[in-house]
């Protein structure tokens, strides 16, 4: 089994930039199809972004397209979420999530996925 951490959460004012970062450890990551979701109050989990093992395909929520860059470094086994432009709608606790993959395989539904991190707080003022 792998055993994620996300870290880069906190606090910051609409418009501004946050990075996300997920460690992973355990099963070969470098053979694991990435997600981020994410839990508003009171929100279903939803999905954000998610990657394949080789980086070469990646899928974003409408929402974020050319605002959120998901991204990987299989030699650090990282996964990154670069946010830019953060809306108060992007308040919630982010999740990555990860699944043994095909190399350009990726899901967005979080219930293909089966190893998860504890989630890393974002909150967005205005």
């Known amino acids: 089994q792998v055993q994620l951490v996300e870290s880069g959460g906190g606090l910051v004012q609409v418009g501004g930039s946050l990075r996300l970062s997920c460690a992973a450890s355990g099963r070969a990551f470098s053979r694991a199809a990435m997600g981020w979701f994410r839990q508003g109050p009171g929100k279903e989990r939803e999905f954000v972004a998610a990657?394949?093992?080789?980086?070469?395909?990646?899928r974003y929520a409408d929402s974020q397209k050319g605002r959120f860059t998901i991204s990987r470094d299989n030699a650090k086994n990282t996964v990154y979420l670069q946010m830019n432009s953060l809306k108060p709608e992007d308040t919630a606790v982010y999740y990555c999530?990860?699944?043994?993959?095909?190399?350009?395989?990726?899901?967005?539904?979080?219930?293909?996925?089966?190893?998860w991190g504890q989630g890393t707080q974002v909150t967005v003022s205005s």
């Open positions: 999530a990860a699944q043994n993959a095909g190399p350009s395989e990726l899901w967005v539904s979080y219930r293909n996925y089966d190893a």
């Open positions: 990657i394949s093992w080789s980086g070469s395909n990646t």
